[in-house]
């Protein structure tokens, strides 16, 4: 772990509080925290740039990096590669920009939805609409599962909740394997192979 991350760890919980994501990079030996830009921000930015055509590293800075706090004069006597490499970073993490990063995140999403964890959260979704991802996120274990029961009682639908089979630790079951799978499984009651070898040895 960083120095700086050492110093500012107590900062964590109330900034993912307030901004949600957060994310570290360190670059040239120097430690940063910042969040991404939301899609306003970044529709903004894109406007402003194309409108009065400057060089929006600095706004995007001000406005997403959360430490060190941005600085220009500070910042203007750093390697320029270094505040580039940063800039790049946050527009990277911030996503909207990239096509094909958008469907690979949206399929990644998607396969998540199935999780218990996503089903709760629809499901709370659907019998209270008001409320944001956020605020369910604030949720304790205790609130998420009377949120979850009310919203079972309101919606008339359980929630589906499907054990994984216990298995024997270190035992396979080929047959059920072979079914997940698609593969034929092996024809039963076949004639036994000798076995090759003397196993006695």
């Known amino acids: ?56 590293g600095d706004l995007i800075l001000k406005e997403c990096l959360i430490y060190p706090k941005f600085n ?4 203007d006597k750093r390697k320029a590669g270094e505040i580039d490499g940063l800039i790049a970073c946050i527009s ?29 959260i629809v499901l709370i979704c ?13 949720l304790t274990y205790e609130e998420v599962i009377q949120y979850v029961s009310i919203s079972e009682e309101i919606l ?7 054990k994984p089979k216990p298995s024997k630790p270190g035992t396979i079951d080929f047959d059920e394997e072979n079914k997940v799978m698609g593969a034929t499984p092996f024809v039963k009651n076949v004639k036994p192979t000798p076995p090759r070898g003397d196993a006695s040895k």
């Open 1 to 56: 772990m960083g120095k700086a991350l050492q110093r500012i760890i107590q900062n964590v919980l109330p900034w993912k509080k307030k901004y949600g994501s957060i994310y570290y990079v360190k670059i040239d030996e120097r430690e940063y925290v910042f969040r991404v830009l939301s899609r306003g921000e970044y529709l903004s930015l894109l406007i402003i740039q194309d409108k009065f055509k400057i060089d929006i």
């Open 126 to 138: 659907k019998a209270f609409p008001h409320l944001t991802l956020q605020e369910i996120n604030n």
């Open 72 to 75: 220009k004069s500070t910042f």
């Open 92 to 120: 990277d993490k911030s996503g909207f920009s990239k096509t094909d990063q958008i469907l690979q995140d949206l399929e990644g999403s998607r396969a998540k939805i199935g999780t218990l964890d996503s089903q709760i």
């Open 156 to 162: 008339g639908a359980k929630l589906n909740i499907e």
